[in-house]
């Protein structure tokens, strides 16, 4: 299951390049702002461009939570913090 997790986040990551690249073919200060304030400008961003940050945002975003999911499950399932 572990290996689910890390595979579901380096999908999430080039999901992530994917956005940045995205974002900075609109302009040079939505690719900054996006690399650096994200996840909260990666949201912003993507609402309001939604037409051409939907592919990458989705699969940003669902992975990011199901590998998040995963590696917590995984977290549990192994004793947690005890």
Do not use: N
């Amino acid at each position: 299951m572990m290996i689910v997790a890390q595979l579901l986040f380096l999908v999430s990551l080039v999901a992530f390049i994917w956005l940045l690249v995205v974002a900075f073919k609109r302009s040079v200060l939505w690719g900054f702002a996006v690399l650096l304030l994200s996840p909260i400008t990666a949201i912003i961003y993507a609402l309001k461009y939604w037409d051409e940050s939907k592919k990458p945002f989705g699969v940003y975003a669902s992975t990011f939570v199901a590998g998040f999911l995963t590696f917590a499950y995984v977290f549990t399932s192994w004793g947690g913090m005890a």
